[in-house]
C-alpha cells in the first residue's frame, strides 16, 4: 500500500513567517506533486518534481518554492508567508509516467495570521 | 481559464438510487481522465479512471462514461450509499506531457440522503 504523509495536519504561522511543508513517500515513486485546495476553486498544482533535485514551475507557484533532495521526500517552502497562503496543501506522489496513479497525502490545513 | 469544469457544486441523491456527476474539459490533448473522492480534512482518494481510447470504464458500483466530441465524461453510482457522500473531482490529463501534474475540477459535494 502506497503512503505518503505530511508532517503537520494542522499549521498556524503568523505574516512574514518562513514555512516548510514536508512530504515523504514510500513508494521509490519517482514524480510528487504540491497541489493547494481552496473552497469553490478545487485543487490547483503548485509545483512537482519529476526525480531528483528536479523541479517544474504549475499553475501557481509565485509565493513558493521546493526542494527535492532526496527521492522519498519533497518540501514545499513558503518564503514568507502572506493570509493569501491560509490554504489546504496536497502533497501527491506517483511513479513515472502519465497515466499512472497520483497518491496523495492527507494534507496539511495551514492558518497565517 | 478553467479547462476542467464541474458545474453543479453540489448533488443531493436518495441512497439507493443512481448518482451522476458530470464533467466537462476544453483541452483538445487531455487523453486520460480521473475521478477522486474526497473526505474532509483527508486527502483525495483515486475512484476510477478512463483512458480517451475508451468510452466506459467499470469497477463495481463506478462506472465512468466518456464522450470525446462533446467533451463530457461522468462519473455514475449505482446504487448510491451514505459511505459515498464526499467531495468527487474530476481531473484530465495529456499522458505525453512527462511528469505534468493533474488539472482538476473545482468539485462536486455529493450528498446521500438516507
Known amino acids: 500500500d502506497v503512503k505518503v504523509t505530511q508532517s503537520s495536519r494542522y499549521l498556524v504561522k503568523r505574516t512574514g513567517e518562513k514555512v516548510f511543508l514536508e512530504c515523504v513517500q514510500d513508494m521509490d515513486h519517482e514524480n510528487m506533486f504540491w497541489y493547494r485546495q481552496d473552497p469553490g476553486l478545487g485543487l490547483r498544482l503548485i509545483y512537482f518534481s519529476y526525480d531528483v533535485k528536479m523541479k517544474e514551475k504549475g499553475d501557481i507557484p509565485e509565493g513558493y518554492s521546493v526542494s527535492r533532495e532526496k527521492k522519498e521526500r519533497f518540501s514545499l517552502i513558503l518564503e514568507s508567508a502572506s493570509t493569501n497562503q491560509t490554504s489546504m496543501y496536497l502533497c501527491?506522489?506517483?511513479?513515472?509516467?502519465?497515466?499512472?496513479?497520483?497518491?496523495f497525502g492527507p494534507g496539511t490545513r495551514l492558518l497565517v495570521l | 481559464d478553467q479547462q476542467v469544469k464541474q458545474n453543479s457544486p453540489s448533488l443531493s441523491v436518495q441512497e439507493g438510487r443512481i448518482s451522476i456527476l458530470n464533467c466537462d474539459y476544453t483541452n483538445s490533448m487531455f487523453d486520460y481522465f480521473l475521478w477522486y473522492k474526497k473526505y474532509p480534512a483527508e486527502g483525495p482518494t483515486f475512484l476510477i479512471s478512463i483512458s480517451s481510447i475508451k468510452d466506459k470504464n467499470e469497477d463495481g458500483r463506478f462506472t465512468v462514461f466518456l464522450n470525446k466530441s462533446a467533451k463530457h465524461l461522468s462519473l455514475h453510482i449505482v446504487p448510491s450509499q451514505p459511505g459515498d457522500s464526499a467531495v468527487y473531482f474530476c481531473a484530465a490529463l495529456y499522458s505525453g506531457g512527462g511528469a505534468d501534474g493533474l488539472t482538476f475540477g473545482k468539485g462536486t459535494h455529493l450528498i446521500i440522503q438516507p
Open positions: 501527491a506522489s506517483r511513479l513515472a509516467g502519465g497515466k499512472e496513479t497520483q497518491y
